[in-house]
């Protein structure tokens, strides 16, 4: 089940699906105030996110497609080798320098069902909002 808290004061949002993970990166696309949580320290399953300034991200949606309910967090990447799935958590990988076939630093981060999770989240937010 996916946990999420924002944390008003800090404007930071936490999310996790499951028990803590064991360690955490951040992404190295440009985007330092977020970090992926992953479930082992050699793996590379997210199992949450922490975002810092998440009120840039949700208020309004940006990187979010409507069509398929998903929030993307950073870069992407198309090659299916750099990509993890794991539950509600998209990963996308960087290619190690050394070793094209393997894993270097998490580029971005990607919510399904975005909408679902995020709701009590985006409505605190947008209430906070003044009026337009």
Known sequence: MMQVSYDEQDDVLFMRE?????????????????????????????????????????CPWKGYDVERDILTIGETTDDPAFITENGEFVGYWQPYDGDPNDFWNPIGVAIRHASKHLAPVIDRLSARQPAG
Not at 28 to 49: P, Q
């Open 18 to 58: 499951g028990e803590p993970g064991a360690t955490h990166a951040g992404l190295s696309s440009g985007t330092d105030d977020v970090a992926v949580e992953l479930a082992t320290e050699d793996g590379y399953d997210v199992i949450g996110i922490i975002a810092i300034g998440a009120s840039a991200y949700l």
